[in-house]
Structure formats: C-alpha cells, structure tokens
C-alpha cells in the first residue's frame, strides 16, 4: 500500500468514525433526557441519586449485551464513567429545584 493509498483509506475510516462518534453523542443526550426525568422522579420522592443496586443492574445488562471487540471490563469502565456524569446531572437538577420549590 502506498502513502497515498495509505491516507486516503485513513480518510475514510475518520468519516466512519466522526459518524459513529455523532450517533454516540446523540445517544448520550438522549439517555441524558430520560436520566433527568428520573432525577424529577427522585427529587419529588425524595429519593437518592445513588442506587448501587440499579448499577450493578446496568453493568450486568451492557455486559451481557456485549459481544465484543471490546472486553466486559472495558465496557463497564466507559459506562461507570458515563453514569458518573449521569449521577452529577441529577445531583444538579435536584440543587436546582429542590422538592417543593414551583418550578420555572
């Protein structure tokens, strides 16, 4: 393969992944919206953000949805890190309105 043929292939795979990438940020903001409609949930129930056992519910769900490349290690640790910003985002929400206070 030449340098030119090379780059051009290259080429082609970063507009896969710059489109993949799009669909994976969609696909954030939407769990991200429904993530906030649990969090008003929380909020008027008073309920914690941290539910262990709802995580460990995910983690066995993308696991057993996993079928590789990528390992079940690795898909967990991209999804603690997703449900990490996922837990801060609720945590804000319910600072913002907190139970009882009209809502805007």
Do not use: W
Request: charged content about 30%.
């Amino acid at each position: 393969m030449t340098f030119e043929e090379a780059q051009a292939k290259l080429e082609e795979y970063r507009v896969q992944i710059d489109d993949v990438d799009r669909r994976i940020v969609a696909l954030l903001n939407e769990r991200t919206a429904v993530v906030e409609n649990i969090g008003r949930v929380k909020r008027e129930a008073q309920l914690p953000v941290y539910e262990p056992k709802r995580e460990d519910q995910v983690f066995a769900n993308i696991s057993s949805a996993n079928h590789g490349p990528l390992t079940n290690h690795s898909v967990r640790g991209i999804f603690e890190r997703i449900i990490d910003e996922m837990r801060s985002i609720q945590r804000q929400r319910m600072i913002q309105n907190p139970p009882g206070e009209p809502k805007c």
